[in-house]
C-alpha cells in the first residue's frame, strides 16, 4: 500500500507532503516506510520483535493516525469495557448512522456525540465514512473503494476545529504473497521495544515536556461544577498521547475539556532497558474555581 499524504498547520497552510509504504501482513507482522521532508525511516515488527531506523526520531502522531485510517480504524481493544450508542445524525445534509463506544459513568447520563470513540456509516451500509473522538482529529473519507470485499478510503481528510490539518490518497493497493525477506531486519534498523510498560501516573508527570492547560467550560462555571477527570493514557515511543479513555469525570464538560487538552500534551518518551517503550499510564485534570 502506498499512500500520498499532504500536511497542513492549525491555520491551515501548506506544510509538507510525501509517503507512507506499508507492507501489513498482521499487527505482529508488518513493515512501515514513511518519505517526508522533515521525517524519513522505516519501522518493523516481526517474529523476534520490533525495529526502527537507526537514529531517527519518531514519526509524527498525525502520520500514525492517518495509517490507522487505512490499516485499522478501528482497533479491538477500544471495545473493552464499551456499550455501542447508535444514534442517527446528520452531517449537513449527508444523513450517517453513528455508533459510539460508550464508556460506563455514573455522572453521566447522555454523553454527547464523539466523546468516546465514534464511527459513522452510510445508513443500512458498512461503509466506514466518519471517524471521531472530541479532542483528537475528525477523518473524513471523501472517497472510498473495495478491496477483498471491505470497504477502504481513497481520498480522506483530517481536521480538527474545522481546520484541515492532513488529506491522504491511496496511490496503491494491491495483495502479496509474504516471504521472511519482506520482514527481514537489515543493517540500517536496530531493536525498540514492543511491550507497553505500565507506568505511575507520577513517573510520567515528570516527563512532560508540554502541556497546554484545558478550558474551564463556562457551562460547568455557570453551573459551579467542579472536580477532577481522570484518564487512563497510552503514550507512544514517540511521547505523543496515542490514546485516551476516561476513568471517572464529575460532569461532561469537564471530561471534554480534558480529553482535548491532553491530547496535545507531549512527553520524553519512557526509556526502559535502554529502549523507547509505550506507556500505559493515568492522567488526571483538576478544575476548581480559583479566587473570586
Given amino acids: 500500500m502506498i499512500v500520498d ?12 507532503q510525501g509517503t507512507i509504504e506499508a507492507w501489513w501482513v498482521s ?3 508488518h513493515k512501515v516506510t514513511y518519505a517526508f521532508p522533515s521525517y524519513s525511516g522505516s519501522e518493523l515488527q516481526n517474529r523476534d520483535g520490533a525495529f526502527h531506523s537507526k537514529d531517527q526520531t519518531f514519526e509524527p502522531a498525525i502520520l500514525l493516525d492517518v495509517l490507522h485510517q487505512f490499516v ?11 456499550k455501542p450508542d447508535l444514534r442517527k445524525e446528520k452531517f449537513g445534509k449527508v444523513p450517517l448512522e453513528c455508533i459510539m463506544l460508550d464508556q460506563p459513568l455514573k455522572t453521566v447520563a447522555y454523553p454527547p456525540l464523539g466523546l468516546f470513540p465514534t464511527y459513522c456509516l452510510d445508513p ?13 482529529i475528525t477523518f473524513i473519507r471523501n472517497r472510498t473503494g473495495r478491496f477483498q470485499n471491505r470497504s477502504v478510503p481513497v481520498d480522506l481528510s483530517g481536521d480538527s476545529d474545522g481546520v484541515v ?10 495483495s502479496m504473497k509474504e516471504t521472511d525477506a519482506d ?18 501516573a507520577g513517573v510520567m508527570a515528570g516527563a512532560i515536556l508540554s502541556k497546554p492547560q484545558p478550558v474551564y467550560p463556562q457551562s460547568a462555571k455557570m453551573n459551579h461544577v467542579e472536580g477532577t477527570v481522570v484518564l487512563r493514557a497510552i503514550i507512544g515511543i514517540d511521547g505523543h498521547i ?8 464529575p460532569d461532561s464538560d469537564l471530561a471534554i475539556a480534558a480529553v482535548a487538552a491532553v491530547r496535545k500534551w507531549t512527553y520524553r518518551p519512557y526509556i526502559l532497558n535502554g529502549l523507547p517503550t509505550e506507556v500505559d499510564t493515568t492522567i488526571t485534570v483538576n478544575f476548581a474555581f480559583g479566587p473570586g
Fill in 5 to 16: 499524504v499532504h500536511l497542513f498547520d492549525s491555520t491551515g497552510k501548506s506544510l509538507e
Fill in 27 to 29: 499487527d505482529q507482522l
Fill in 72 to 82: 485499522h480504524p478501528m482497533k479491538l481493544g477500544e471495545l473493552d469495557s464499551t
Fill in 124 to 136: 443500512g451500509k458498512d461503509s466506514l465514512r466518519i471517524t471521531t473522538e472530541l479532542g483528537s
Fill in 165 to 174: 490539518l492532513v488529506t491522504a490518497h491511496l496511490r496503491s493497493l494491491s
Fill in 183 to 200: 520482514f527481514s531486519v537489515g543493517p540500517e534498523m536496530e531493536s525498540t521495544n514492543a511491550n507497553l510498560a505500565r507506568i505511575g
Fill in 242 to 249: 496515542h490514546s485516551l479513555h476516561i476513568v471517572s469525570t
